[in-house]
């Protein structure tokens, strides 16, 4: 795959804490953008919630190969 990002999920149930999964695609660079509107004015979802939805804190960055 060309494209890989991790996604940290604070999960409050089962065993509790962070689960991790992964996004991969062979073309899309998995970042959020902005190509649609939606009518009406949204009181919390923005890019830059779903930009920081993907980020990951220093812990989980420093256990990744660097590329």
């Known amino acids: 795959w060309a494209h890989f990002r991790p996604v940290l999920m604070a999960c409050p ?6 689960w991790c999964a992964a996004m991969m695609s062979p ?3 998995l970042e959020p953008v902005q190509t649609h509107r939606i009518d009406g004015e949204l009181k919390y979802f923005n890019l830059e ?3 920081a939805a993907l980020a990951l804190p220093n812990e989980v960055l420093s256990l990744m190969p660097k590329a």
């Open 27 to 29: 073309s899309n660079r």
């Open 49 to 51: 919630v779903a930009r």
């Open 13 to 18: 149930f089962y065993i509790s804490g962070d």
